[in-house]
């Protein structure tokens, strides 16, 4: 296990935090806080311990990026786009101003908002004794996210800086080697520890990939098996069972030579599916795929088609799992000591087609009733837990999207790796 802020002596020190306030914004408004309440009960730990400042940074979502997809599509509209508009764009979407009024909202506290992410120490050694700041968006630096070691390194050397001790809370970032999630441990003086939210993603989803309680069974969903060629065979390891659903279930049901229809489907990769599912058998893993689907005949919400047997007629596409499909799972699931979930087994944002995915989140939730050790984790998974009111029916559900899924593929995660470990 890790090493948090409760084993080192914060009383008097100057502590940065890499925290992950990426959140929804639209407007200016944070539009989901999941992530900002999951961070709160660490810093308010960290200010009852009276240290001499709390510094806190993230970014929020990449400007760069989403500065130069809203051009191209503005461009693309007929529109122009302007410098102004670029800066309008930015104060909408990835300033962390409002993100820091709303947090000081939810913490009860002031918190001072620092222009910028660098050239701070002066702002930050005149903060209040036990004050609490927070950075601008470190991306608005190239260096955070550059490829060259030596360019992240010459700002996290000065965010290190800030602090007296660094800790990482930011499971969001963790599977990313960047200035302030990873690269600043180099430049501190004392041994970098987690908060509580990083020891809990931790102390869930390593076990899966390590030692889980068996049986175990894995439930890998969502659009494609590009995506999760890794994830599937790392679990392939410890599952006894593994749920192939979504719309990569029908490249494995076309590679077992079944008619899909116009199901989505990776011709790329169907000797890949084939050779999963023979390392499957080799390991004597049971290997779920649909056996009946609610179809459609567009990608739509609207007309939903029962087929009650595996095959599709070629006018239909695959959008959700069938009643005897989950009875296949509900075995499954409730025979299980511990349950991975990644990924939805149909387009549950489609009310049509959400049957097969809420009928997975009910019965993860029945077995962690029932004493399973439950992970959910990928974006859509918990926003699949969430429409359903069920995430504090699970044992864990997972703050990181991409950093969950490379940790559940076995992979070493940067800001994870810096840590000082018990």
Do not use: C
């Not at 504090?392 to 899924?405: E, F, P, R, W």
Request: proline share 4%; no cysteine; hydrophobic share 45%.
């Amino acid at each position: 296990m890790i090493k948090t802020v409760k084993d080192v002596d914060l009383t008097g020190k100057r502590i940065i935090m890499r925290v992950d306030f990426n959140v929804p914004m639209k407007d200016g408004v944070v539009q989901d806080d999941t992530r900002i309440m999951a961070a709160l009960p660490t810093i308010k730990y960290i200010m009852e311990q009276k240290p001499r400042s709390l510094v806190l940074m993230s970014h929020l979502g990449d400007p760069n990026k989403d500065v130069k997809k809203a051009e191209e599509k503005a461009l693309k509209a007929g529109k122009t786009w302007t410098v102004e508009d670029a800066e309008r764009f930015i104060a909408g979407k990835n300033r962390m101003e409002p993100v820091v009024k709303y947090f000081a909202s939810k913490l009860g506290s002031d918190v001072v908002f620092l222009p910028d992410a660098l050239g701070q120490k002066v702002a930050i050694e005149n903060l209040p004794e036990g004050g609490v700041a927070m950075l601008e968006n470190v991306r608005f630096h190239k260096e955070e996210t550059s490829k060259d070691a030596l360019e992240r390194d010459k700002m996290a050397s000065e965010l290190a800086s800030y602090g007296d001790i660094f800790v990482n809370d930011a499971f969001g970032t963790a599977h990313r080697d960047q200035a302030s999630t990873a690269s600043i441990a180099k430049f501190m003086k004392t041994e970098p520890v987690g908060g509580f939210l990083m020891e809990k993603e931790v102390k869930y989803i390593e076990p899966m990939v390590t030692n889980p309680p068996k049986p175990m069974t894995a439930i890998i969903g969502g659009a494609k098996v590009s995506s999760k060629i890794a994830v599937l065979e790392s679990l392939l390891k410890n599952a006894s069972t593994l749920i192939i659903g979504g719309g990569m279930a029908y490249t494995f049901l076309k590679a077992q030579g079944h008619s899909i229809g116009k199901s989505l489907v990776e011709d790329d990769f169907i000797d890949t599916a084939k050779s999963l599912l023979a390392k499957a058998d080799e390991k004597g893993v049971k290997i779920l795929l649909p056996v009946d689907h609610v179809a459609a005949a567009e990608f739509a919400d609207k007309d939903p088609v029962a087929i009650d047997v595996v095959d599709l007629p070629d006018n239909l596409m695959g959008m959700d799992v069938g009643p005897k499909t989950v009875e296949l799972y509900k075995d499954a699931i409730l025979a299980s000591k511990s349950i991975v979930w990644n990924g939805p087994v149909g387009v549950f944002e489609f009310n049509n087609f959400a049957k097969g995915t809420e009928s997975v989140a009910r019965l993860v939730a029945e077995a962690t009733g029932k004493g399973a050790m439950t992970v959910v984790g990928g974006g859509d998974s918990v926003a699949a837990v969430n429409k359903f009111n069920l995430a504090d029916k699970m044992s864990h559900v997972s703050t990181g999207g991409g950093a969950s899924l490379e940790f559940l593929e076995g992979k070493t995660l940067p800001g994870i790796a810096i840590l000082a470990t018990k």
